[in-house]
């Protein structure tokens, strides 16, 4: 790491110019004189030892890479078998980490060239709970490169196919999470979600998936997009084994600033909901969008008739925006991971713990190999520095503002039904493609998020649940609650599961 030093005059006129600064020549003079001074307090700094997060006592961790035999779906980045001595909830559970997840003494890359050879120190704070959970991890699961893609085929460690059908991909981001558990290699994983990332693989790989209520699980020592709409939940095969293992993440960790009052509940112990307590209100808008497929529709259509048919209460409901849910998405979206990236992967300005040797690792490649990152991560980077620059955060305000509203309309419907339903995405997975062109790739990244994006900036929480199939490739049902109802959703999702899958 480079030492500290004071600036030259010099690099005071360049770095002020980046802020549209022009200095004097007799400002470059007097500010270089007094910098000096204003840096001995960054030297006591550097003196300075903060606390962390302990490191686990096993911190040199053993892992591999599979073989391609013994990993036909390339599901996983690296093999391990990391446990601790405590029994709980997910004893004798094999549980695969979404490769941005801190897994201490492995490596970690985020799908990417870029951030490849990093190895963190520190547990995540869901790995901790996790193992104190009793659950083994058992590898870091592949990804879409630095996340930011919904189809499957942008990791630097190649595409992930479809356990259903290995022409199709798993759908992204979190591809190999979705993949592993349908295929059997794990019993949890645990992936992310900005704008789908763990329902739309659950849906086209066709397993559960659920993006909790913001907030409601600790994302300290994971890798994000944007504070703002950064979710971490478990895709498993079955509702049941989500509600567990929500157990044992959810709750404040007092590290992560996305959390506030954190109300948590025993998730297994609501299961078993008779469908006729619940009231679904089946949302006209999810349905019907330019990128739907007609198979798909009919397909949850005719899933939630067997769920009345059985005792639930449908009712349509109606909410206007949620059509504009995706574009209110991409207005915050864009901004805020353009700031993240030039936040070092962490960002600025707020509360709670700052993994120094991430921002050093992820600030370091990012200035040597920024050009290795993926077409999605360009554009949105230059993208969202053309709107900061040219429009002063206009758009981004407003979407956040917008995203208030987006929260009010939701709630006003969900005051009279207990989960909103609707198709997860609106189509079912695309197909493998041996070499995608860099527009192809754009178009397929994002073309799926019209029903899942606009829950990512509200922070409702979903469920994506089995539906059935459309020409042989997966559909998923989700369900939608209040905040902080995840009890709720996860009973509709179970209610459905057990007496109409």
Request: net charge negative; charged share 20%; with cysteine.
């Amino acid at each position: 790491m480079k030492d500290l030093g004071p600036p030259t005059a010099d690099e005071l006129e360049r770095y002020a110019a980046i802020h549209h600064i022009n200095l004097s020549e007799a400002e470059r003079e007097e500010f270089a004189a007094v910098a000096p001074e204003l840096l001995d307090a960054y030297e006591r700094l550097e003196e300075l030892e903060p606390s962390v997060p302990t490191a686990p006592a096993n911190a040199d961790r053993s892992s591999s890479v599979p073989s391609d035999e013994d990993d036909p779906l390339n599901v996983f980045v690296r093999r391990c078998s990391v446990s601790s001595a405590a029994e709980g909830p997910l004893e004798g559970y094999d549980v695969g980490l979404k490769d941005s997840i801190s897994l201490a003494g492995i490596e970690m890359t985020c799908g990417s060239a870029v951030f490849s050879g990093y190895v963190p120190s520190t547990d995540a704070t869901i790995v901790t709970q996790l193992l104190e959970a009793g659950a083994t991890i058992t590898g870091k699961l592949n990804m879409e490169d630095m996340a930011f893609s919904g189809s499957g085929e942008m990791s630097a460690h190649g595409p992930v196919l479809n356990p259903r059908n290995t022409d199709y991909l798993a759908g992204g981001s979190s591809s190999g999470s979705a993949a592993a558990v349908v295929n059997e290699d794990v019993d949890v994983a645990i992936g992310t979600d900005q704008a789908g990332s763990v329902r739309i693989p659950a849906s086209w790989s066709g397993c559960i998936g659920h993006k909790p209520t913001y907030g409601l699980v600790p994302y300290t020592g994971i890798v994000g997009l944007g504070r703002s709409f950064d979710h971490a939940g478990p895709l498993a095969r079955s509702v049941a084994d989500c509600a567990r293992a929500l157990e044992a993440i959810a709750g404040a960790d007092g590290l992560d600033p996305r959390q506030g009052a954190v109300p948590t509940e025993e998730y297994t112990e609501i299961l078993d909901a008779d469908p006729p307590n619940l009231t679904i209100g089946v949302l006209e808008e999810g349905f019907g969008h330019d990128e739907s497929e007609a198979g798909v529709d009919e397909t949850v259509d005719e899933a939630l008739k067997a769920f009345a048919d059985v005792g639930a209460d449908l009712r349509q409901v109606s909410v206007p925006m949620h059509r504009d849910g995706l574009a209110i998405w991409n207005g915050i979206a864009t901004e805020e991971t353009a700031a993240t990236i030039a936040g070092e992967g962490i960002g600025h300005f707020g509360n709670g713990y700052y993994d120094a040797e991430l921002m050093a690792a992820f600030g370091r490649t990012r200035r040597e190999r920024a050009d290795e990152f993926p077409p999605t991560v360009k554009l949105v980077v230059a993208l969202g520095e053309y709107l900061a620059e040219e429009y002063h955060g206009r758009y981004y305000a407003k979407a956040q503002n917008l995203s208030r509203d987006l929260v009010a309309a939701y709630d006003d419907v969900l005051a009279d039904v207990d989960v909103l339903a609707m198709p997860t995405t609106p189509q079912t997975a695309h197909k493998h493609l041996e070499d995608p062109s860099r527009l192809q790739i754009l178009e397929r990244a994002v073309n799926m998020l019209a029903n899942t994006s606009p829950f990512d900036v509200t922070g409702h929480p979903a469920l994506s649940v089995p539906a059935g199939t459309s020409e042989g490739l997966p559909v998923g049902l989700m369900f939608v609650g209040e905040a902080f109802d995840d009890a709720t959703v996860l009973q509709a999702g179970d209610a459905f599961e057990q007496h109409c899958a």
